[in-house]
């Protein structure tokens, strides 16, 4: 008798343990705040156990007006990785805030757990005010092969907002960089004409793509930047690739 006692009272002692141990829907938010303010890798083991109501408390603090950037970006970016795409409409709805951070928040994670939907957005926030934004959106369609998304990537070339006071943003060279990865037979004049880009970045990224469609390599190991373009140049004007 007294031992099924004392195996009773044991499992009682443990069963309340292990309740305190789980944060009631009273006292989220600081547990949520504590796994928000850890180290990367440990963010995500913690990930392991988020139950809905931590999913909720993580969009709660994600759009948290008096809460920093540092802390809404992490909670944004823990609720998608711990619901997957489930989380897609709270990133849809970050997505339009109006703060460039959660709309570029919205679009990282978005492409992470959902990948035909962060496909779709980008293509929208191509156009966005703000240009980290911008570039976000070229990093994720740059991954797109189809060609109606690359013709939309070449027609932001030439957008007034990516050029400040008539001088080139870097968005302009990591779009042609991101043409040049696989680039298609067709847009050899493409890279040929932003060989003669004012700006030297676009210049040298047009560089890369020159070499890969062409199959030639101009110059040597120790030819600069300056070099290559202008080598390029006068192999473009040779072949009459201008446009």
């Known amino acids: 008798m007294k031992k099924i ?8 002692i443990s069963a309340l343990s292990v309740q305190a141990a ?8 600081p547990r949520v705040m504590e796994l928000l303010n850890l180290p990367a890798e440990n963010r995500s083991q913690a990930l392991l156990s988020t139950t809905e109501d931590m999913y909720k408390e993580f969009i709660a603090v994600a759009f948290a007006e008096n809460q920093s950037m540092r802390l809404r970006w992490r909670a944004l970016m823990m609720a998608a990785e711990g619901r997957r795409e489930k989380s897609t409409p709270d990133l849809l709805k970050a997505s339009v805030h109006k703060q460039w951070f959660m709309r570029n928040a919205a679009l990282v994670a978005l492409a992470e757990v959902n990948e035909p939907e962060a496909q779709k957005l980008a293509k929208k926030l191509l156009k966005d005010k703000a240009l980290v934004v911008r570039s976000a959106a070229v990093d994720v369609l ?9 013709d939309l990537l070449w027609e932001e070339m030439n957008q ?3 050029f400040r006071n008539q001088e080139s943003l870097w968005i302009r060279s990591q779009i042609v960089e991101a043409m040049a990865m696989k680039p298609v037979d067709h847009e050899l004049k493409l890279f040929s004409k932003f060989l003669n880009d004012k ?3 676009v210049q040298s990224a047009a560089v890369g793509g020159m070499e890969k469609l062409t199959g030639v390599k101009l110059g040597d190991a120790k030819a600069s930047r300056e070099k290559l373009v202008l080598l390029w140049q006068d192999y ?3 072949e009459k690739l201008s446009l």
């Open 160 to 162: 007034k907002y990516n």
């Open 236 to 238: 473009a004007r040779k």
């Open 5 to 12: 006692l004392l195996t009773a009272t044991f499992t009682l």
């Open 199 to 201: 700006d030297m970045r």
């Open 22 to 29: 789980i944060p009631s829907k009273t006292n989220l938010r």
């Open 142 to 150: 740059q991954t797109s092969p189809r060609p109606e998304v690359r």
